[in-house]
């Protein structure tokens, strides 16, 4: 057996070897949960290993998903990461959800995105100077409702249909997001913990997800991929524009 393999056959010697006729049931289940605790620890420590590798993956599905003109969101509430995930979406030219995440965003995008298009509206009465014109109770409960609207839905104004694929930090905190992701089969890149459960995440990267450094690096590099696919995908449009022209050209001359 591996070394790995010893140290949990002695956690397992070590509890039996302590039972009394009394506690057999109680601790056999404690020598099992020891032995499951040194596991998880032990599958951490060969994911870190790993870790170039897997942020490598990460990237390059998310430069795949830009490339073909698709949109990723990014998405995290926590307080570390709040900051570093609004920061590397907007470099991106990406949505993302920082502040809360609202049920049925992905499940139900288009009352959610009824929710946008109000919010959009409202910011133009604004701009316009419609909204100084009303009397001053409407003025001041419309301008509330704004200001609640574009902080939770501020990231994601430019979204007009579900991501292609999602980028979370934290699936503990994330849950619904990873859930509702995971029920419409969109892919998902996730930072996750030792404390989180991986099941519906696509693909993980596993971190620590309460370091700020650590989300602002992985946002980053997520962010840069998202851009080389964003320039890939302009670079092809272009291309395809010149074709046409090109063709268009040659039958007016012919």
């Not at 009824?114 to 604004?126: A, D, F, G, P, V």
């Not at 409702?145 to 990231?155: A, D, F, W």
Request: a neutral charge; proline letters at 4%.
């Amino acid at each position: 057996p591996s070394k790995e393999g010893y140290r949990i056959v002695w956690v397992w010697n070590s509890l039996m070897a302590a039972e009394d006729a009394n506690g057999r049931q109680a601790r056999i289940e404690k020598a099992w949960m020891g032995i499951e605790r040194l596991q998880t620890k032990l599958q951490g420590k060969r994911c870190r290993l790993k870790l170039r590798e897997k942020v490598e993956e990460a990237a390059a599905l998310v430069r795949d998903v830009t490339a073909t003109g698709g949109v990723v969101l990014f998405v995290g509430t926590k307080k570390q990461a709040q900051a570093p995930i609004r920061e590397a979406a907007t470099s991106a030219g990406m949505p993302y959800v920082h502040h809360r995440w609202l049920g049925g965003m992905l499940t139900n995008f288009t009352t959610i995105h009824k929710r946008i298009l109000y919010m959009l509206e409202l910011e133009r009465m604004e701009a316009s100077g419609e909204m100084d014109v009303l009397p001053k109770k409407e003025r001041l409960r419309l301008r509330r409702e704004l200001e609640k609207l574009q902080t939770v839905l501020g990231g994601v104004r430019d979204l007009h249909r579900p991501p292609d694929a999602g980028f979370i930090f934290d699936v503990k905190t994330e849950h619904i997001a990873v859930t509702e992701a995971h029920r419409l089969k969109i892919p998902v890149i996730a930072v996750v913990d030792t404390n989180c459960d991986p099941d519906d995440v696509d693909l993980v990267i596993p971190g620590n997800d309460d370091a700020i450094r650590a989300s602002e690096l992985l946002a980053g590099i997520i962010a840069e991929a998202a851009k080389a696919g964003t320039g890939l995908s302009q670079a092809g449009r272009k291309e395809i524009d010149a074709d046409a022209v090109g063709i268009g050209t040659v039958d007016e001359g012919g």
